[in-house]
Each structure stands twice: as structure tokens, then as C-alpha cells.
């Protein structure tokens, strides 16, 4: 079946430090993947996407590449800031999905200490 | 533009009471998803639809959930009776052709 697998948080960095958030996954075929941040008291929004093997998703810093020989899509950003304090969320969509149903990862949460 | 609605954003009631969210999805989207988070199961999708009509319900935990969707712009997610193990944050997120889910804010359901 399809799962997702991240890293346990919490992960606790110092501002400026460098961040990775690892993130497998199980799926049949090529799925779309996804990085959905979830900041305190706010619904998921989406950070970054790659929908194919060795597509780089980046946004706000963040970057993801889609590993097929390793089934990964670790997230990493250079320098963190505060303000990226949050939980972020890994996810997959299966191929030949027609509604978008996305699988979620347990999601990490990330503290950044000024 | 508006985000996706949701009301009410917390609601506490009793064991055995009837609770109703709601949900407004964002104009135009043609997909709307309900999905509960807790800190045991972490994000679950409930159930969701495609141009008002049911496409997978296998999450919807047992008989005691019901969700519908009566046209475009509205859809509930009814418990009855409600349980303890109920208490969630309970999210809807709609999306256009199945790409971008937009979430909104929550409602914070306790049951005591």
C-alpha cells in the first residue's frame, strides 16, 4: 500500500542552523509529492511539490528533491529562522489518482530558538 | 479571496449530544476533503467529494459519523452520538481538479 514515514519530532534548532526533515515512502509507480506546513493554530497550507523522479521542489528557502532509487523527499533549509517554527507534514499522492487523495506523513514539528 | 470556512472553531459538548461542522469550501473548487488530526493518528482523511458526491468514505471512523454535501458551497460532518474519543480538530480543505488542497482553519471538538 501507500504510506508515508518522517522523522519523530520534536527537532529543536538554534536560529540559523541548517535543517532536514527526512521523509520516505512506499507507493506503487510514480506518486506526487508534497510538504504541507502547518503553523500553531492554523490549517496545513502547501510549502513545496515535486511531482517526478529528480524534480527539485523549493519555496521560502525550503527544498525538497524526489529520490526515487532511495523512495525519499527530505526537506532542508539553509538557515532557520524563528518564524519557521511549525509542523510540517510529508505526503503523497498515488498515481493515476483522480481526487487528489493525499497521504499524509506523521508530521514533525519543528521549534527554532532565537 | 476567502479561504475555506469552517464553523464553529471549537466546540465542547457532552458525551451523547449531536455535533454538526461545517464547512464553506473556496468558490470554483470541485473537491472537498474532511479529515480529522489528533495527536494518536496524526492526520486522517475522513472522506471526500467530487461535485457534491461521495468518492471515499472508507476512513469515516463508524456509523456514528455522516457527512454530506448538499451543493458547492457547503458540506457537514455530523457525530451522533458523540464519544470522548470524538475530541480531535477536525479540518475540511477543498482543492480544484484534484491538485492544491487548501485546509482551513479547524474546529477543536471536545467531548467530555
Request: with cysteine; glycine share 8%.
Amino acid at each position: 500500500g501507500n504510506s508515508v514515514t518522517q522523522m519523530e519530532g520534536p527537532v529543536t534548532l538554534s536560529e540559523e542552523a541548517f535543517l532536514t526533515i527526512n521523509c520516505t515512502y512506499t507507493a506503487t509507480g510514480y506518486p506526487s509529492l508534497f510538504w504541507y506546513v502547518q503553523y500553531p493554530g492554523e490549517g496545513l497550507q502547501l510549502l513545496l511539490k515535486a511531482t517526478k523522479a529528480d524534480d527539485k521542489g523549493s519555496n521560502k528557502g525550503f527544498e525538497a528533491t524526489y529520490r526515487k532509487e532511495t523512495t525519499s523527499f527530505h526537506l532542508e533549509k539553509g538557515s532557520v529562522q524563528v518564524s519557521d517554527s511549525a509542523v510540517y507534514f510529508c505526503a503523497l499522492r498515488p498515481p493515476n489518482n483522480q481526487g487528489g487523495k493525499l497521504i499524509f506523513g506523521q508530521g514533525t514539528e519543528l521549534s527554532v530558538k532565537p | 479571496d476567502a479561504g475555506v470556512i469552517q464553523s464553529p472553531r471549537h466546540e465542547v459538548t457532552e458525551m451523547g449530544q449531536e455535533v454538526t461542522l461545517r464547512c464553506k469550501p473556496i468558490s470554483g473548487h470541485d473537491y472537498l476533503f474532511w479529515y480529522r488530526q489528533t495527536m494518536m493518528r496524526g492526520l486522517e482523511l475522513l472522506i471526500y467529494f467530487n461535485n457534491n458526491v461521495p468518492i471515499d468514505d472508507s476512513g469515516m471512523p463508524e456509523d456514528r459519523f455522516s457527512a454530506k454535501m448538499p451543493n458547492a458551497s457547503f458540506s457537514t460532518l455530523k457525530i451522533q452520538p458523540s464519544e470522548p474519543r470524538d475530541s480531535a480538530v477536525y479540518f475540511c480543505a477543498s482543492s480544484f481538479v484534484g491538485e492544491k488542497q487548501y485546509f482551513g482553519p479547524g474546529t477543536r471538538l471536545t467531548v467530555t
